[in-house]
């Protein structure tokens, strides 16, 4: 009997020997980067055959809890996937990192885009197309006055005519900051105007 006791207690000690320590809990914090050293903003970072993980901010950076041993891989829109080891015996409970991705060269298949239903319809056009004989006349077409009266109305301002448009408008609204801005109707100067413009037959209906 002394001796089954014995034999129970030394397995129950053996067994309690035999067990690890469960893993340590750290601190792990990085930034990731381009081979350029620019931030990869957003990368997932995810504790492998876990739930565990975090995300990158606009800047790279990440901070969570992981374990010790713990591989995590990293995965970002347009880079390669990597992986990395968290090191075993740590002398403190953080640790941190620049990680770097390599960016990957994904190759689309060639789209063509026609502006014909079917190619048959594509085909046809193209050969009744009318082009000009030589260089010269297409030239001549392309500066002819009408034409470039008819696109100049048509053509929308570009960036410094808008932004004069809207520095004149903000300008005009402080200096009647505080009054009340003129009204043409009132103004001679106007009306002497409208009537110069319809005597001229300005207004005339035109066939």
């Known amino acids: 009997m002394r001796l089954l006791a014995f034999l129970l207690v030394a397995a129950v000690s053996f067994s309690a020997a035999a067990q690890t320590d469960p893993p340590k809990l750290v ?22 055959n876990t739930y565990r993980g975090t995300m990158s901010d606009v800047y790279g ?13 990293f995965s970002a829109l ?24 390599s960016r990957d060269t994904i ?6 885009v026609y502006p014909w239903p079917s190619k048959e319809q594509f085909a046809e056009a193209f050969m009744n197309l009318n082009l000009p004989a030589d260089d010269y006349q297409l030239t001549m077409r392309n500066l002819s006055p009408a034409e470039l009266v008819q696109r100049m109305e048509s053509l929308p301002p570009d960036a410094m005519q808008s932004f004069q448009y809207q520095m004149a408008k903000d ?3 402080l200096y009647y900051s505080g009054g009340t801005p003129p009204i043409n ?11 110069q413009a319809w005597q001229n037959g300005a207004y005339r209906k035109k066939d």
């Open 27 to 48: 601190q792990f914090s990085g930034v990731v980067v381009t081979d350029s050293l620019s931030p990869v903003p957003f990368t997932n970072i995810l504790v492998r």
């Open 61 to 73: 950076y990440f901070s969570f809890v992981a374990q010790e041993g713990d591989t995590l891989l």
């Open 78 to 101: 347009g880079f390669v996937r990597s992986q990395y080891v968290i090191p075993s015996e740590l002398p403190e409970n953080k640790y941190s990192m620049i990680h770097v991705l």
């Open 107 to 112: 190759w689309l298949k060639e789209q063509v």
């Open 171 to 173: 300008q005009t609204k």
């Open 185 to 195: 109707l009132f103004n001679p100067i106007a009306w002497a105007q409208f009537i």
